[in-house]
Each structure stands twice: as C-alpha cells, then as structure tokens.
C-alpha cells in the first residue's frame, strides 16, 4: 500500500438526501498500488465485509444503515456525491472513497472497464434508499446510530479514519 492524498467532503442535506450531519466523505486517491488490487481482501482484513464487485448506480442514492467504502479496482469514473448539485470526483484505479452513511452518490460517466469493489463494516447489510421523499422519513435517527467502523478500511487501526471522525 502507499500513502493516499486525501480529500474531506462536508455535504447539508441535499433534496431527500440528508448526508451525514458531521462526518465528512473522504477521497484516499491512489490509497492502494495499481498492482496490488485485491482490495476485497484488503477491506476483508480491516473487517468490512459484505463485499461485492461492479459499478455504482447511476441515480442518486444512499444507505441510512451503514458507512460505505468504495474501492476503484479498474478504470476511471466521474462520481457525485452529496446529491444533485453535490461534488463532482473523479476517480481513478487504487482510490478509495468512504462514505458515512446518509452520504448520496452515483456515478456520472465511468470508462468501459471500470469496477469498484464495495464493502461495509462488519458485513452491515445495507439498506438501498433513493432521493424521494418515501424514503427519507425517519432516516436521520438511524444514520446518527450507525455504529463507528472499528478499523480503517485501508490502513486498519491507524487509518486516517479515525483521526477524522469523531463520535
């Protein structure tokens, strides 16, 4: 692994996405080597589980039950996050994006070749709630009791995970 520049991203509630009320999205770009890109195992190790493999929805959406890690395996993609008018983030192969839950996003424009690799502390299984008004009622209790992940997705317990968000 190698060190990541890192980004922060603070979002209000956006339309029916509320987006975490004091944990910001963060951007580990190339957190992982490109030849070392077996990030199911990586995230598996530092205990966020419930893997899986593919693309990212392209409508806005979000999971008021669980933090989130995103891992690029291949290719490249413009990404929003935060909700409609949110932040555009582009997204290349060994970045890592985590997002607490509540937090919107969907891809953009993405290559012909690109994959995430997705997984959620302690194999939480998350719940899929869209920018509509049906699935936005009572979701902010649930978001502020999500539990604390116990490692960094990457970097376990020395993550920068923990440096940045605070209970």
Same mark, same amino acid.
């Given at each position: &692994? ?5 980004? &922060? ?8 996405? $509320?987006?975490? $009320? ?15 890109? *077996? ?33 690029? /395996?291949?290719?490249? /993609?413009?990404? &929003? ?31 012909? *070749? ?6 959620? $502390?302690?194999?939480? *299984?998350?719940? &899929? ?12 209790? *649930? ?15 020395? /993550? ?8």
């Amino acid at each position: &692994m190698i060190n990541p520049s890192l980004t &922060m991203y603070y979002f209000e509630p956006n339309g029916y996405i $509320p987006n975490h $009320p004091s944990l910001p999205a963060l951007h580990y770009k190339q957190a992982v080597d490109s030849k070392e890109k *077996d990030l199911e195992s990586i995230f598996q190790k530092n205990g966020w589980t419930n893997t899986w493999r593919g693309g990212i929805y392209a409508f806005h959406h979000y999971h008021s039950n669980t933090h989130e890690v995103l891992g690029v /395996g291949n290719g490249s /993609g413009l990404l &929003m996050i935060g909700g409609e008018g949110g932040s555009k983030i582009l997204v290349n192969t060994g970045d890592v994006l985590i997002l607490p839950a509540g937090t919107g996003h969907k891809s953009i424009s993405v290559s012909p *070749d690109f994959e995430v690799v997705g997984a959620y $502390p302690n194999g939480v *299984d998350y719940n &899929m709630k869209k920018d509509a008004k049906e699935d936005s009622e009572e979701v902010e209790e *649930d978001i502020l009791h999500v539990d604390f992940p116990e490692l960094d997705p990457i970097y376990g317990k020395d /993550g920068p995970l923990f440096k940045l968000w605070k209970r």
